[in-house]
């Protein structure tokens, strides 16, 4: 029997119904309206249903483990600070297992895009709690109902600097896909959490109840240079406010390096680097 040739990329093999569907094409818009030649960017992926897009997009990449994507995308970012580098992520990745390395990350204002997909379950090991699940949600892993309150992610990053918070839905195509270019051209640390239905472990936050749970920061007149407004929106409980929470310029972390003042480090010339002194304290 004739085999078919493979082709690459892979199709899709998430669920129907699955918010990571628009993402991707949302990502996919976004930077094909960059500006800027994909080989430009290189997309690291945590684990997870949201990581299993590196299958999917025909681009660099490289794929992490489970809440390490970050480290790995701040180092790139170091070795080649030309290209525009974004983390795909989800809730349990960067909350949960990697929630350090998201913290200093932020502080540092080291310039990632960090798109996290928060379902509020763990999906790919099949439907567990994460840090975002509701409190009292019965899950796989809670048959009773979850007993902690759930992480805010908006305040985290606005407690810990970083200087593009934005929550959008996974529904809303060209509003995320508008926003993950705003976040791409940002020079610094720049979340984007967005709501992702889960249609298999999570069905009842389906696009109905994030229509009626959700409310547009543009629409209120939310000034996104405000950060104790951005504060007062984050911690909202009755809606879900989506749009930019906060901005601001302040210089990333690879533009206070010195040795990256001359060029990139992988065009560094390592002929006439002197490791005479260091080797000898080695001796
Ligand atoms: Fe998407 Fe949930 Fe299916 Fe994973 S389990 S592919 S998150 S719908």
């Not at 628009?22 to 997870?48: C, L, Q, R, T, W």
């Not at 407690?159 to 929550?167: D, G, V």
């Not at 901005?247 to 990333?252: G, L, N, V």
């Amino acid at each position: 029997m004739n085999q078919l040739p493979q082709k690459y990329p892979f199709l899709p093999t998430w669920c129907p119904g699955c918010g990571n569907f628009g993402i991707m094409n949302a990502i996919k818009m976004a930077i094909a309206k960059s500006g800027h030649p994909k080989e430009k960017f290189v997309i690291v992926y945590d684990i997870g249903c949201s990581g299993n897009m590196s299958d999917f997009l025909d681009m660099y990449g490289f794929h992490g483990l489970h809440g390490r994507a970050l480290p790995p995308a701040a180092g790139i970012k170091l070795a080649n600070h030309d290209l525009k580098v974004i983390v795909v992520i989800g809730d349990g990745g960067c909350y949960g297992e990697g929630a350090t390395h998201f913290i200093n990350l932020m502080r540092g204002n080291h310039d990632i895009t960090v798109l996290v997909h928060d379902n509020h379950r763990y999906s790919l090991t099949t439907g567990q709690m994460s840090p975002t699940t509701d409190k009292g949600e019965a899950t796989k892993s809670t048959p009773e109902g979850s007993i902690e309150e759930p992480l805010n992610p908006l305040a985290l990053a606005i407690s810990n600097h970083a200087t593009f918070i934005a929550r959008e839905f996974s529904g809303a195509i060209p509003q995320l896909s508008a926003r993950i270019g705003e976040a791409i051209s940002h020079e610094g640390f720049a979340l984007i959490d967005m709501l992702q239905i889960c249609s298999v472990y999570n069905p009842k936050q389906d696009l109905r109840w994030y229509r009626e749970h959700t409310v547009s920061l543009e629409a209120e007149g939310h000034n996104s240079t405000d950060k104790a407004a951005a504060w007062t929106q984050a911690m909202r409980e009755e809606k879900l406010p989506v749009g930019l929470f906060f901005k601001a310029d302040r210089p990333a972390y690879h533009s206070q390096v010195s040795e990256l003042q001359s060029g990139t480090l992988v065009n560094h010339n390592k002929s006439v680097v002197d490791m005479t002194t260091l080797l000898q304290d080695y001796r």
